[in-house]
Every structure is written in structure tokens, then in C-alpha cells.
């Protein structure tokens, strides 16, 4: 049944109707595993990103990111970048490196807050001590040099590192080439000195506040060195992540050690902050 008597051979159109369900099967299945691929990063957790300052909880800021890149344009330091095709529906929305260019605030009202549309970036913060990034860890406390008693001289990331800063005392208004700052410091303090909020904390307590404006003042330190001992006569000290760390990653970027002794952990973003370090561990 179903062939020809005279060759005993299945009829053409049999065989190209087969041929083409089995095409648009595997058509099917292309799609249903393209459409995986973005599914599963996001519900899965494989992709964690920090994200720019004011975003709102993972799940809401993707339905709420439309993907514009405003937020990209209008950074001073170019921190933001837009993810690829690797992070499936997130494909497109804004992201940092901190390791790379960490947000230093160098804008003072928040300009990618401010270009934000759609309110993924929310707007119900104005100031730099208002955003949660990320959380700041203490990942490689062996590594540091404060607690090793060291200190540090020289390019901190080397000549080649290409990421901005701002220092006040040099320029207010625009961000320089890290690689064009020399330190010479006894004891490293380098993710200390260079804390955003730290810095704003030093400003507000001289008198004299970001753009003259006390709402600018953090209410709350975000890091700062705790003495733990001496080393062949050197006094050590351990770095220590306090309640107003805000997760923006300049301390990642400025550590001049391979790797960074702080990693900024955006899976703990919108947790409470637990006070840690000081002892090279976190709570």
C-alpha cells in the first residue's frame, strides 16, 4: 500500500510533505530554544549586572528599560555600557563594570537618573548617597596591602588603564585619566580616599558641600581603614565596608592589586547593608 506497482517506490508528495513537517519541526524547536536562551539567563540568575544608579529591583527594571541608551550618553565617565546578546532579555539595557569604570558620581544631580524615560532608573532619588548599586565585598582580603602593612607609589591601575576620576582639588568639573595620577602613600588607602561618598563626607564636614548644597551630604560613612595590628614594626589596617557604601565600584577600580581586594556583589543590591571587614572577612 502507498507505493507504485511499477517500482514499488513512495509517491513524491509523501515524501516531500515528510520532509517538510520535519523542517517545520525543527523550525519550531529553533524558536522555542532562541526564546530559551532569553528566558533562562533571567530566571535562572546566570546574568547578574550592576546597574546605574536608581534601578529598580532586577525584575521590574527590565519590564520598565526600553533600552534607549539615554542613560549612556549623558555619563561623564562613560561607565554605562549597553549588555549583548549573552544576557537574553536583558539584551540592550545599561550596565557597569565597575572593575573597568566605576561610577564615581562625577554629575552631581544624577544625569543618567534624570535622562531615564520610562522611570527604570527612578526618580525618586536625587543624590548620590540615595542610590543602592550594589554591595560592596571584601573578596581578596590576602591581597591587600594595608593589611599587609604596605603602602602604595605610582600609577594605580598603570599607564595603560584607561578609566576616569574625579578629583575635586584638581578639576571640579571634569573627570581625568587615572592613569595620569601618582600616589605615595605610606599605608594603601586608596579605596578610602577615593570614596565618592567619603570624599562628600570630607567636603560636607569642612563646610563646604557638593555644588553648595547640604542635601548633598551623606548621612552615613561608607568605608574606612581599622587598625588590626604590626607587621615587622608596620602598623596594618583592614579595610572595613560601612552602612553608607553605596555598591558605585570606585574603590574595585582604584585597587591597585590583581585582583581587587573589593568586588562590588549586585546579587545583594536593595539588601540592607551589614557593617563588615576590618578583620579581612564580611558578615
Known amino acids: 500500500m502507498g507505493k507504485t506497482e511499477a517500482t514499488g ?21 529553533g524558536l522555542v530554544g532562541a526564546a530559551m536562551l532569553g528566558i533562562v539567563p533571567v530566571v535562572k540568575g546566570w546574568v547578574k549586572r550592576q546597574r546605574p544608579p536608581g534601578a529598580l529591583a532586577e525584575k521590574d527594571f527590565l519590564a520598565s528599560c526600553i533600552k534607549c541608551g539615554q542613560c549612556v550618553q549623558v555619563c561623564p565617565v562613560e561607565s554605562i555600557k549597553l549588555t549583548d546578546i549573552d544576557d537574553g532579555f536583558g539584551v540592550g539595557t545599561p550596565y557597569i563594570e565597575p572593575r573597568d569604570q566605576a561610577c564615581d558620581f562625577s ?10 524615560p520610562t522611570g527604570a532608573l527612578t526618580h525618586h532619588i536625587n543624590y548620590s548617597h540615595q542610590s543602592n548599586m550594589a554591595v560592596a565585598v571584601i573578596a581578596n582580603p590576602a591581597k591587600c596591602l594595608a593589611i599587609k602593612g604596605e603602602g602604595f607609589k ?7 588603564f584607561g578609566g576616569l576620576l574625579r578629583f575635586d582639588e584638581i578639576d571640579r568639573w ?18 578610602v580616599r577615593t570614596c565618592p561618598i567619603e570624599i562628600r563626607i ?22 574606612r581603614l581599622v587598625e588590626t595590628g604590626e607587621v615587622d614594626g608596620r602598623k596594618t589596617f583592614a579595610p572595613e565596608i ?3 557604601c553605596v555598591g ?36
Open 202 to 223: 570630607a567636603q560636607c564636614d569642612a563646610g563646604n558641600p557638593p555644588a553648595g548644597d547640604p542635601d548633598q551630604c551623606p548621612p552615613e560613612a561608607a568605608i
Open 248 to 283: 558605585c565600584g570606585v574603590c574595585e577600580m582604584i585597587c591597585p592589586v590583581e585582583p581587587a581586594v573589593i568586588v562590588m556583589d549586585s546579587s545583594l543590591r536593595g539588601e540592607p547593608i551589614k557593617v563588615h571587614g576590618g578583620g579581612g572577612g564580611h558578615a
Open 154 to 160: 605610582g600609577l594605580a591601575r598603570g599607564a595603560d
Open 107 to 116: 554629575c552631581d544631580g544624577l544625569q543618567c537618573v534624570l535622562a531615564c
Open 9 to 29: 517506490e513512495q509517491p513524491k508528495k509523501s515524501i516531500r510533505g515528510r520532509r517538510e513537517f520535519l523542517r517545520t519541526i525543527g523550525m519550531t524547536a
Open 242 to 244: 560601612l552602612a553608607g
Open 174 to 191: 571634569n573627570p581625568l585619566p587615572l592613569n595620569e595620577q601618582e600616589f605615595d602613600v605610606e599605608v594603601c588607602d586608596l579605596c
